[in-house]
């Protein structure tokens, strides 16, 4: 088997079983999600016990205000716990090609406009591979569609394909030194990246929620590095 061959197979490895890990992270929790819908309806969030005390009665038929006040409102998401997936695409790569990215944690609602989150993210193309942990802290309105802003840190490790043919050793594994056109994998050292970021959420139902974000990615390679992220994450939430 080439070299190249066994860098493809490793990165496969990563991507399944960070998307095993998501998936097996999400699954109690999509089991308990109720399926979209109420999407036209003011009393959207009835299944939460918080909101449903609050807005039993519900607004009457002419009362406006009281049914956009109760379409907006999520302030019940305070105290609520969930896991996410997110997907994303990004240039971290050295060779500056863009890198296709998988991430898996957790999240939590301290207040109705304050959340947190640690997870575990993979970044891929075909001549770069990170994978590395990220956390970060996000400011958000406490409606359905809330927009927010944060900020975050990113630090993994990296690895590269390089030419290898003049090495005097066999990359490849094939019987045959330095041949034409062989590489070998480089173990690139550990990369961090601090970034400011902006988006919005969307609670499709009590217990789902959608996002999209864009971050600008500063990191200690220096300025000509950084780069901008654009993502989106599905969340599942309980109490």
């Not at 105290?79 to 994303?88: D, K």
Request: contains cysteine.
């Amino acid at each position: 088997m080439k070299q190249s061959d066994h860098v493809i197979t490793a990165l496969c490895c990563r991507i399944v079983i960070l998307v095993v890990g998501t998936w097996l992270a999400l699954s109690p929790a999509i089991s308990l999600a109720q399926l979209p819908d109420g999407l036209t309806k003011s009393r959207w969030a009835m299944d939460d016990p918080i909101y449903s005390e609050k807005y039993g009665d519900g607004a009457g038929k002419l009362d406006l205000p009281g049914k956009v006040k109760q379409a907006a409102d999520a302030r019940f998401v305070e105290g609520l716990f969930g896991w996410y997936g997110a997907a994303g695409i990004s240039s971290l790569g050295k060779n500056g090609n863009a890198m296709g990215t998988l991430e898996a944690g957790a999240t939590g609602y301290w207040t109705s406009y304050f959340t947190n989150r640690f997870g575990l993210i993979a970044a891929v193309n075909d001549q770069d591979s990170y994978i590395g942990g990220e956390t970060g802290l996000r400011l958000q309105t406490p409606t359905r569609l809330a927009p927010f802003v944060g900020l975050g840190l990113f630090a993994g490790y990296a690895d590269s394909e390089e030419l290898a043919d003049n090495d005097d050793i066999d990359n490849d594994e094939d019987g045959h030194i330095d041949e034409w056109g062989e590489e070998k994998t480089r173990f690139d050292g550990v990369l961090a990246a601090i970034y400011p970021e902006a988006g919005v959420h969307f609670w499709w139902t009590p217990r789902l929620r959608l996002s999209a974000y864009a971050r600008q990615m500063i990191t200690t390679e220096g300025r000509d590095s950084d780069t901008v992220y654009f993502g989106g994450t599905i969340g599942v939430f309980s109490r």
